[in-house]
């Protein structure tokens, strides 16, 4: 099931806030269409900056979104269907990617359009919560994959909150549209560095230091909680932090 939250808003001000964000896209889109040139993210950006009224960096954002929504559009309806279909391609130059986007691109600016409406349409409100439930079946991965495209693109220029609840066996999916970026971790694995995974280690250690502080001193009660509340307000005992450091 999936929670969705127009964020106060009736269904027909969303509906007319989904139908200006496409004709906007379609607009921009259209001029880079007609040009048949191969663009940038930060080409793109620029008039989505201005349109939106946007900073550089949430242009940038919103602009790579587009791009990866379009991308994974056409990679599904290209595993469902014999006929194929081209939205967008995309060359890598070095350090970064430029893309061209087809005429036929205009299909996935209605499919967001109709789908939108179609997944409102049959979800059911629930006054307690404010929010829209709407089932989804996993039997039928092409619409999975098309309600979470669309989804996705929306909750990113705020028109809507999503979340995912319930379901077997949950499952993430990451997608890498760029196999240079891969291949740079992978040539030079030594220089590698993700902030989240060394931040989540630093913690790991921590805790592993906290709790073998607190079982191998044997404190009382009273001060095993004292500790506790300390620790979740960022206070480390200075003996933990030497732990660490040694």
């Not at 205009?106 to 404010?130: A, C, M, Q, W, Y």
């Amino acid at each position: 099931m999936i929670n969705i939250d127009l964020l106060n808003k009736k269904e027909y001000t969303f509906q007319n806030e989904v139908q200006q964000f496409i004709t906007t896209l379609q607009n921009i889109l259209g001029s880079f269409i007609r040009k048949e040139e191969f663009f940038t993210i930060k080409e793109l950006a620029q008039p989505i900056a201005k349109a939106f009224n946007k900073s550089k960096y949430q242009a940038e954002s919103l602009a790579i979104q587009i791009i990866n929504s379009i991308i994974s559009y056409q990679d599904s309806l290209r595993k469902s269907r014999t006929q194929r279909v081209n939205y967008i391609t995309v060359r890598e130059h070095g350090d970064y990617s430029k893309y061209k986007i087809f005429p036929s691109a205009h299909d996935f600016i209605r499919f967001i359009l109709t789908h939108s409406e179609k997944v409102l349409k049959l979800s059911t409100f629930n006054p307690n919560e404010g929010k829209y439930e709407f089932y989804l079946t996993k039997a039928n991965k092409l619409e999975v994959e098309k309600t979470f495209i669309t989804l996705g693109l929306l909750e990113s220029i705020d028109t809507l909150l999503y979340e995912v609840k319930g379901g077997d066996n949950p499952e993430i999916f990451i997608r890498v549209n760029s196999q240079l970026q891969i291949e740079k971790v992978l040539f030079n694995a030594e220089k590698y560095n993700n902030n989240i995974l060394s931040n989540v280690y630093s913690r790991h250690q921590i805790s592993v230091a906290m709790l073998t502080y607190l079982f191998e001193n044997q404190v009382s009660t009273q001060e095993f909680w004292e500790y506790i509340e300390d620790y979740f307000l960022g206070i480390i005992p200075e003996e933990v932090k030497e732990r660490i450091t040694s």
